[in-house]
C-alpha cells in the first residue's frame, strides 16, 4: 500500500484549503485511514480517521466543525476539506492507513502506512 498525499500551500487566516491522497495497492474496504499533522517540536497529533466503507468518521477535538474527511472510491483517494484555518493549524499534514478500524484511531503507532507530508501554512 503506497499513499500519496498533496494539496497543501500558503492560506491565509479564515481560508480553506482541501488535501488529497491518493492509495495504491490492497483491498480498502475494511481500512482505516487517518490525516495526522506535525508542527515543529510537537508530537504527530491525528486530525481526522474514517473507515473506508464510510460506516465511521472521527475528529479529533481541536478541528471539530471545521474539517471534514471523505473519501472519493473511485478514484482511491480521501480527503481533507479544512475551512475556518487558523495560523495553529500551520502544520505537516500526512495520510496514514491501516487494515482495520481501531478504537485507538487517534495514535499515530496504530498505522502501518504512511504518506508524504504536505505542508499547510496559515499565514496573512
Known amino acids: 500500500v503506497q499513499l500519496q498525499a498533496s494539496g497543501g500551500g500558503l492560506v491565509q487566516p479564515g481560508g480553506s484549503l482541501r488535501l488529497s491522497c491518493v492509495v495504491s495497492g490492497g483491498n480498502l474496504f475494511n481500512y482505516a485511514l487517518g490525516w495526522f499533522r506535525q508542527a515543529p517540536g510537537k508530537e504527530r497529533e491525528c486530525v481526522a480517521a474514517m473507515r473506508w466503507s464510510g460506516a465511521r468518521t472521527v475528529y479529533g477535538d481541536s478541528v471539530k466543525g471545521r474539517f471534514t474527511i471523505s473519501r472519493d472510491n473511485a478514484k482511491r483517494t480521501v480527503y481533507l476539506q479544512m475551512n475556518s484555518l487558523n495560523p495553529e493549524d500551520t502544520s505537516v499534514y500526512y495520510c496514514?492507513?491501516?487494515?482495520?478500524?481501531?478504537?485507538?484511531?487517534?495514535?499515530?503507532?496504530?498505522?502501518?502506512?504512511w504518506g508524504q507530508g504536505t505542508l499547510v501554512t496559515v499565514s496573512s
Open positions: 496514514a492507513a491501516r487494515a482495520s478500524w481501531t478504537v485507538n484511531w487517534s495514535s499515530a503507532s496504530e498505522y502501518n502506512y
